[in-house]
């Protein structure tokens, strides 16, 4: 993959405005809406999603 972002930490492959691993075009990458992404990186991006959402109902739960 070839790409430039300012916010890449490249040693690491971070992304020091998400704090996380660098997913090109997730939400809340400063790509998003601006590449095409491959097949690949969508499953990530759902899978990355949808792990996001059962910390909020465990979370939810919690309380």
Same mark, same amino acid.
């Given at each position: 993959?070839?790409?430039?972002?300012?916010?890449?930490?490249?040693?690491?492959?971070?992304?020091?405005?998400?704090?996380?691993?660098?997913?090109?075009?997730?939400?809340?990458?400063? &790509? =998003?809406? !601006?590449? $095409?992404?491959? *097949? #690949? &990186? =969508?499953? !990530?991006? $759902?899978?990355? *999603? #949808?792990?996001?959402?059962?910390?909020?109902?465990?979370?939810?739960?919690?309380?």
């Amino acid at each position: 993959m070839t790409f430039y972002c300012k916010n890449l930490e490249i040693g690491t492959d971070q992304c020091m405005k998400l704090h996380s691993e660098c997913i090109p075009g997730r939400p809340g990458c400063v &790509l =998003e809406g !601006r590449v $095409a992404l491959s *097949e #690949e &990186l =969508e499953e !990530r991006i $759902a899978k990355l *999603e #949808e792990e996001r959402l059962v910390r909020i109902r465990e979370k939810g739960n919690k309380s």
